[in-house]
């Protein structure tokens, strides 16, 4: 048998929220390589004697993923956890990971992702929401087209922000989207929103619910998920006549 991955979806960071065959995994591996944030998250389920731990920085990734891979023995398994659910918002990482260990000797297992987490808390469904990610590296232009559209649509929106250190014209916070969708004619100040900031921590978690036009100027940590919600609730006693 060959090194075995496993990309670990650890939820947005309460250890609650930390499924079990998760704490199984994370248990039974020889290596775990983290952000310092998710090795928080599982600090329980890690044995510092017996396990290899090692923590990840942007910087030193690619280093470290790569030196963990060449000391791992063939049978030996190493867990890459990951906030919220590793399917999400993650792929820069996860497409890096699948490369150097190859697709079949990596499993990734689920998460509960803080868009789940803020669609429960406002009540809007997943599935008739445009849900994106700004949290990337690359050019987000285009998502910002398709924001503008779903929101014109009617849609809810669940969003990533985008949060960048250095170069502020890259920056797309909570404000940055209030005003971005203002100067493309959207009455701002008609659309209700939430932001809510270190969701699941039970001592630092914040919400924020009003008006899209009142988020312009105001700062969020960079652990933040914002919603647009233009729900129309819709049961199925509406469609009762066509079953
Ligand atoms: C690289 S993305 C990872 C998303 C993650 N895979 C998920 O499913 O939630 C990081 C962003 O996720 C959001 N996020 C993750 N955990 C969060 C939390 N506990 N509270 C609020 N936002 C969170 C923030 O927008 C943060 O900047």
């Not at 990840?56 to 023995?73: A, C, G, R, S």
């Not at 820069?92 to 990971?97: F, G, N, Q, S, Y």
């Amino acid at each position: 048998m060959s090194k075995k991955l496993y990309v670990v979806g650890v939820g947005p960071g309460s250890p609650l929220y930390l499924t079990d065959i998760a704490k199984e995994v994370i248990r039974k591996c020889h290596y775990i390589m983290g952000y310092k944030y998710t090795l928080k998250t599982i600090e329980t389920f890690i044995d510092k004697s017996r396990q290899k731990v090692s923590e990840i920085t942007l910087w030193n990734q690619e280093v470290v993923y790569l030196d963990i891979y060449k000391k791992m023995k063939n049978n030996e398994y190493c867990a890459v956890p990951f906030t919220g659910d590793a399917s999400f918002s993650e792929s820069e990482v996860v497409d890096r990971l699948l490369e150097i260990f190859g697709d079949d000797n990596v499993e990734i297992l689920p998460g509960i992702s803080s868009i789940q987490v803020a669609a429960a808390k406002t009540k809007v469904p997943l599935d008739k929401a445009y849900i994106a990610t700004f949290h990337v590296t690359g050019d987000i232009e285009k998502k910002k087209k398709e924001l503008i559209h779903a929101v014109n649509e009617g849609k809810s929106v669940i969003l990533l922000p985008r949060p960048w250190s250095g170069d502020l014209t890259k920056r797309f916070m909570e404000s940055d989207v209030a005003m971005f969708l203002k100067k493309n004619g959207i009455k701002t100040s008609a659309l209700n929103t939430f932001v809510f900031e270190y969701l699941t921590n039970k001592e630092k978690e914040t919400a924020f619910k009003g008006k899209v036009s009142e988020l312009e100027g105001q700062e969020f940590s960079d652990l933040s998920v914002m919603v647009i919600d233009q729900t129309k609730r819709q049961t199925y006693l509406e469609f009762e006549e066509t079953r």
